[in-house]
């Protein structure tokens, strides 16, 4: 179980017990560090994310509407709407597409707060990480209900439920019918079509839980321990990241396993994680600073450099770079190991501030 599955399967059951009574944890005093300069950075940061996603999902579930209208209006016939509203499946298809394009970098860069604090880390379940039901470890702690339809138990994240939904990668959420959308008789990946009913209850909840989030995040009071729990979390998370990398259309093509991080490759995902990483430990740097200030400089230099690495792989591959799967093993494990060092030192910063970390 990679590092990112075992803080899922503790999450899971966190949640869950949550639901079986009345009692609730003791909230956490806060600290005079969330005073610090920093701190509020860090929380500015956040907001900045948490809104801008609570606007783009607003928006992905307002086309979303827009759609299944489009949908409803032939009975949800899909034969016939493409024959006759072929245009504007199209349209409303790539809309759809290009908020979801928006929406992913600006959880991605926030998800090492996110995910990495305790207090919010049930969103990254909902939002980005949790499985399916298949999974019940992992799986998030939510049913949807399908308009006029099902209701799917546990049926993934949001991310990837709109994703494979948009961009055609999951069957079952597609309308039974060629995605051929402009019609020029094939069929390639960007075309789908996807089932309006379906994608209208995703994007409808996707934009209720981002706003819980923003809620989540304003009455959230950073405390020095936030800080340094999501770099510990959240940097040694890498060899997971180039896994689905591998798996992904992006190394495997035609023969990829994974159904999701198909819009935009991982390394993307993986960049914009770690640049959020960075902004974290330049804000609380000083506090490092105070235990042992070459190593609050050597940990620095660290992590830049281990975001640089990913923005480098990143822009090879988008200027045309093909790696292969023994590639990408290989660049993981690199990538991993330099991690794992550098939460090794923030951890052992914090033990000499006297930061107690979650294990």
């Given at each position: 179980m990679t590092p990112k599955s075992v803080l899922l399967a503790g999450l899971a059951a966190l949640i869950l017990?949550?639901?079986?009574?009345?009692?609730?944890?003791?909230?956490?005093?806060?600290?005079?560090?969330?005073?610090?300069?920093?701190?509020?950075?860090?929380?500015?940061?956040?907001?900045?994310?948490?809104?801008?996603?609570?606007?783009?999902?607003?928006?992905?579930?307002?086309?979303?509407?827009?759609?299944?209208?489009?949908?409803?209006?032939?009975?949800?016939?899909?034969?016939?709407?493409?024959?006759?509203?072929?245009?504007?499946?199209?349209?409303?298809?790539?809309?759809?597409?290009?908020?979801?394009?928006?929406?992913?970098?600006?959880?991605?860069?926030?998800?090492?707060?996110?995910?990495?604090?305790?207090?919010?880390?049930?969103?990254?379940?909902?939002?980005?990480?949790?499985?399916?039901?298949?999974?019940?470890?992992?799986?998030?702690?939510?049913?949807?209900?399908?308009?006029?339809?099902?209701?799917?138990?546990?049926?993934?994240?949001?991310?990837?439920?709109?994703?494979?939904?948009?961009?055609?990668?999951?069957?079952?959420?597609?309308?039974?019918?060629?995605?051929?959308?402009?019609?020029?008789?094939?069929?390639?990946?960007?075309?789908?079509?996807?089932?309006?009913?379906?994608?209208?209850?995703?994007?409808?909840?996707?934009?209720?839980?981002?706003?819980?989030?923003?809620?989540?995040?304003?009455?959230w009071k950073p405390e020095r321990a936030d800080a340094f729990q999501a770099l510990v979390t959240m940097t040694p998370t890498m060899s997971e990241y180039f896994g689905q990398w591998k798996n992904s259309r992006f190394i495997a093509g035609g023969n990829a396993e994974e159904e999701s991080f198909a819009a935009s490759s991982r390394l993307q995902d993986i960049e914009d994680i770690l640049s959020g990483l960075v902004l974290i430990y330049d804000n609380v740097k000083p506090a490092v600073a105070e235990a042992d200030g070459a190593q609050a400089a050597q940990t620095a230099r660290d992590l830049g450099r281990l975001r640089d690495f990913a923005m480098d792989l990143r822009r090879r591959e988008a200027a045309g770079t093909r790696f292969d799967a023994e590639q990408a093993d290989t660049l993981g494990a690199q990538a991993q190991s330099r991690a794992e060092a550098i939460a090794g030192q923030v951890s052992q910063a914090a033990g000499q501030l006297g930061i107690e970390l979650e294990s």
């Open positions: 017990a949550s639901c079986g009574g009345d009692d609730k944890p003791e909230p956490r005093a806060a600290a005079p560090a969330a005073t610090e300069p920093g701190l509020g950075a860090i929380k500015r940061y956040l907001l900045d994310h948490t809104q801008a996603l609570a606007g783009s999902t607003a928006d992905l579930a307002g086309e979303g509407k827009r759609y299944h209208a489009l949908a409803a209006s032939t009975d949800f016939d899909y034969e016939r709407l493409m024959a006759e509203r072929r245009d504007e499946v199209r349209t409303s298809v790539k809309r759809l597409q290009e908020t979801w394009r928006k929406a992913n970098p600006e959880y991605e860069e926030m998800e090492g707060v996110v995910a990495g604090v305790p207090e919010l880390s049930e969103f990254d379940v909902i939002i980005d990480a949790g499985s399916d039901g298949s999974d019940p470890e992992t799986a998030v702690p939510f049913d949807v209900k399908v308009p006029g339809g099902p209701t799917l138990e546990k049926p993934g994240n949001f991310f990837f439920l709109t994703e494979t939904s948009l961009f055609g990668t999951r069957k079952e959420f597609q309308a039974p019918v060629t995605a051929d959308l402009d019609g020029d008789g094939k069929v390639v990946f960007g075309e789908a079509v996807p089932e309006a009913r379906h994608l209208l209850a995703f994007t409808r909840d996707f934009a209720g839980h981002a706003r819980k989030l923003d809620a989540a995040a304003k009455a």
